[in-house]
Every structure is written in C-alpha cells, then in structure tokens.
C-alpha cells in the first residue's frame, strides 16, 4: 500500500476540491455561460462588436465591483501581471522606485526595475517570508510599489498611500492575487493591477488595471520624452485600445469571457463587500482549524498579516505536509502544495470568494483525515 491509497471517504470531501492559488477554481456556470456563447462569440473577430461587448462588460464590471473612482479608468492587455511588470517599468517609473518586497512575486518587478538601464537603483525594504515590509517616504522617488497579497507567503498587507512621499509619486500596488478577495479603497493606490485567473475566476493571460488619472498621465509624459518603449509593452498604447474596448492584439476570448462573467456574478451577490466577507470566512475557517490542531500553524505568525486570500499553513516535524498534498491529489482535492521555493512543510489553500467556504472546512476535516491515517 502506498500513500495515494487512503482513501478519503467521499461525505468528508469538499464538493470542488480546486484549491489552487492560480490558476484557481473556474465556476462550474462561467464555464456553461462560455458554452452557450460557443457558436456566437468564440472564434470570432476582436474587433467586432460581439467581442467588444465583452471587453466592456468586463471593464465595467471591474468599475462597479471596486467602486471605480472618478477619473480612474480599467486598462486591460495582453500578458498577464508578469508582462504588466515590464509595461510599469516602461511606462509609469519616470527614474526612481522604492519597492516593499517580501516574496517571490514582489522580487519580480523589482528584478524588472533593477534592470532597466535607464532608471536609477530602485530603493528596496525587504522582510523574510511570512513577514511584512513597508513604504516609507523618500525624496526623489516617482514610483512606490507594493503588493496587497504576497501570493508566495501568504502575506497580506493595507493598501495605503505612503505619507510624505513627494508630490506627483505614484503608488502601484500589486493585486494579483488579493484583489477581489481582500478589501480596498482604490483611492489609496495609483494603479491597482490583476490578472483573471484567481478571484476572477478565469483563466490567465491578460492584465487588468485600475488607473488614476495622475497615473495615466504620467504615461502619456513618459511616452512624450522619447524613450524606447517596445511596442506590445506600451501602456499609452494599452490605454488607447482599452478605451476602445479592445486589446491592441488578439486576447484569449475565452478569458476575457468568463472574467465578465464572474464579476457579473460577484457583484449581484453584492460586489466587493460581499467577496470579502466571504473570503474572510473561508479564511476563519483555516485559521482557526490551524489555531486548534495539534499539528497545524498558521506560517505568517503575525495575524494582522495572515492572508484572507491565500493561507499558508505549517506542519510540525514529523507529520510530511507533501504526503499530505499528494493523498488529497489523489483523491482529486488539488493543488494545496506549497510555493515551491519557499521550501517549507507546509500547504498553501487559495480562499478567493469563487471557493465555498464549506468546501475549506471540508478540506481541513480532509487533512485530518489523512495525518491519522499516515501516522
Ligand atoms: C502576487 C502575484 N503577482 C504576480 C503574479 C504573476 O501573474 P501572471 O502569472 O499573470 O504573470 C502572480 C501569479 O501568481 C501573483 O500571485
């Protein structure tokens, strides 16, 4: 007998047992809405009016779900928050950047920005994983950046301008995986950017920004300077198209597809507040099953950093946190293995709202399941 022979009987498993942190758990209805339009809107032009609809469908439903402020407006394009990184370090740092990085996906961009040979040394607070780090404010930086839910860790943090920081500074703030499952006021960042294969509930591929009008202007100056900007990278080109509600090259229908119509979905169960609210109960329900084991805790120590989007749970010595990742798997409850380069016995469970929050508690009554089992 081996590992992936227990067996979890099928009363205690969860009813979707996709746990992922991204891609994540597509509705099973954003799928039967796609299939419905098959013959109509899939394989069909992106610069007619089927597919247009769509674009704007899905750009109004950002608008309504983070209560759009006036004079922001919702940028989309090709390439996922990854290819968003590159634009950003194009198109919105005028010279200097100071960055809060405390994982692996706030290490990208400023990799992104180090790099680039016409910015100067970026500033970098950095904390170990499973901790925070924070803005503060420095002269002569134009960009701050941060990120609301570090997906690595599980590390979540405020969206908060920073205080003192110099006139006309941008804050970036990185939502990819916190967007939409933990609460914002977009007035508080410059540029709230996401990628629609988590709380969107669809697949990858695009970039989606909420944008100040300080930050769209300091696209249209930086673009006016000169600069070598790559085409696909252009985010003055991305504005432009996003107002025509196209993407200036062919995006994945299908995405842009069930993104709309899982924000349709969300804001008629009541938008933001009510994802919130539910990932927060998803997030209770890890937590404080965590808090009780005798053998789980919660890896971020500190909980007013625990993540209500991705929770990051500690195994003690002796009882193997993969074997448990690989029982579930095998009995079709996926995806709960940690990040690979943190390197920890550890699970990592996606709570954005498209999970039930009975399915969580399913999974923990799982996991229990299967460490009697392997002791
Ligand atoms: C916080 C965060 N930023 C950026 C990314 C990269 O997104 P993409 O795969 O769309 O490039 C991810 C992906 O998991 C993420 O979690």
Request: one cysteine or more.
């Amino acid at each position: 007998m081996t590992v992936t022979d227990i067996a979890i009987p099928e009363e205690l498993k969860p009813v979707d047992g996709r746990f992922g942190s991204g891609p994540s758990k597509v509705r099973p209805e954003g799928v039967e809405a796609l299939s419905a339009v098959s013959r109509t809107y899939l394989g069909t032009s992106h610069r007619q009016k089927t597919v247009k609809g769509q674009v704007a469908r899905l750009r109004r439903g950002l608008a309504e779900f983070f209560a759009l402020p006036d004079g922001y407006e919702v940028i989309l394009a090709n390439g996922g928050t990854s290819a968003f990184w590159e634009v950003a370090t194009f198109g919105l740092i005028r010279d200097k950047a100071q960055f809060a990085e405390f994982g692996e996906f706030g290490a990208k961009f400023v990799k992104a920005a180090a790099d680039a040979p016409f910015l100067a040394d970026p500033t970098v607070h950095r904390a170990p994983g499973g901790q925070a780090s924070f803005l503060t404010a420095e002269a002569g930086v134009d960009v701050y950046a941060s990120v609301h839910n570090e997906t690595s860790t599980g590390v979540a943090v405020p969206v908060r301008r920073v205080e003192g920081a110099d006139e006309g500074a941008l804050l970036l703030t990185d939502a990819t995986s916190g967007g939409g499952s933990l609460d914002v006021d977009l007035r508080e960042t410059d540029v709230y950017y996401l990628a629609p294969q988590k709380a969107l509930g669809s697949d990858g591929g695009i970039w989606l920004a909420l944008m100040s009008p300080a930050a769209i202007e300091r696209a249209f100056q930086i673009k006016a300077t000169g600069r070598y900007i790559p085409q696909f990278l252009d985010l003055v080109t991305a504005i432009e198209q996003s107002r025509l509600e196209q993407t200036y090259n062919t995006p994945a229908l299908a995405t842009v597809f069930l993104a709309a119509e899982q924000l349709d979905w969300m804001n008629a169960q009541g938008g933001l507040p009510w994802a919130v609210k539910r990932s927060a109960e998803s997030a209770a329900a890890i937590y404080g099953w965590a808090d009780r084991s005798p053998y789980a805790t919660p890896f971020v120590t500190d909980p007013a950093l625990r993540s209500a989007a991705v929770a990051t749970i500690d195994f003690a010595e002796g009882i193997d946190a993969a074997a448990i990742a690989k029982v579930l798997r095998a009995n079709d409850v996926v995806d709960t293995e940690p990040y690979r380069k943190l390197g920890r016995n550890q699970l990592r469970i996606a709570l954005y709202p498209t999970v039930e929050p009975s399915d969580v508690a399913a999974l923990t009554a799982c996991i229990d399941y299967v460490v009697e089992r392997l002791s």
